[in-house]
């Protein structure tokens, strides 16, 4: 019968819901929506209108923007400048914890996120680039890239030096488990309350839809701004061969990322605002902890990268919207 296909590839996409390495020898290189390994990411959507059964909180509404901020850190700081650009150093303790703190944003695994980064910044705005605005438009840049099947398997090829930590794998291959975790904690927390200070109003389920659900889709949507305004909206300081943007809103909202443009320009800088004005918080916390010893080796911007940035001619109005 010629359904069984068709009813293997259904099996096969559930089954990487939970196992992202599943039928890994596949070739998987279709840019057509795949609508059953998208069904987790459309219910997460939908569970947002939970807040209308659990109702909100102070404690709630707290939870989720420590939520935000601190999955938010993980992806700039180590998913991004660390895993992808190896812009400082660490230990493999702390490599693991801010992993499995990255992988609770549900943004997939540390080795299959920095992997398709490397693609992108290799061939960015060309034809080989999954998601640039430039070639593909905004809203396959923002959300249609990851719906297909060429964007799913890790290039573990492109990821040789962090792929040969058996934990890193795990968690790659494994990437609903942290999730999943923080969900329990949270719930549990959230019950904790319910007993221990009913006076916070607050329950299980409610730090659930707060703390994971309405914040793990704030946390995406910003994130993937990068992808989808950043080379499209803001300015060229520096002259690269992509479309990069420097843009002082989205560096707000993404904790320093904003500033895509200068990280175009030099990638494997841990610092992202080159200049003093450029607000980048991640670097700040960085800074903060290498002081104490987390992190080391912090690459530098060199001086001429500074001074050429200086030097390229602005006009005044494309100086105050960077800003």
Known sequence: MNTSPVRSGWLTNILRWVDSYAANDEEMTSTRFNWVRVI??????????????????????VVCLISYWLRLFAITAFYHRY???????????????????????????????????????????????????????FWWSHVGWFTCDASFKTQLNRIKDFARYPELRWLDRYDVFAPLLLITLLFAAGELLAHFRPQSGTSGLQLVVWGFVISTVLLFHSTVTINSLGHIWGRKRF?????????????????????????????????????????????????????????????????????????????????ERER
């Open 83 to 137: 895993f992808s650009h190896r812009s400082y150093k660490t230990n493999r303790f702390w490599q693991f914890i801010f992993a499995l703190l990255g992988n609770m944003a549900a943004q997939r695994g540390p080795l299959w996120w920095a992997a398709h980064h490397r693609v992108h910044h290799q061939h960015s705005d060309t034809d080989k680039d999954l998601h640039s605005p430039v070639k593909r438009g």
């Open 40 to 61: 987790p990411f459309i219910v997460l959507h939908l569970a947002c209108f939970g807040v209308f059964v659990t109702g909100t909180s102070t404690t709630a509404v």
């Open 239 to 319: 002259k690269t061969k992509d479309e990069s943007r420097n843009n002082a809103f989205l560096a707000l909202l993404t904790l320093g990322e904003g500033w895509h443009n200068n990280h175009h320009r030099f990638a494997v800088s841990a610092r992202q605002g080159f200049y003093w004005w450029q607000i980048d918080i991640t670097w700040m916390i960085l800074k903060l902890m290498s002081w104490v010893g987390i992190v080391h080796s912090l690459n530098p911007v060199p001086p001429h990268i500074l001074q050429e940035g200086l030097q390229r001619p602005l006009a005044t109005d494309d100086m």
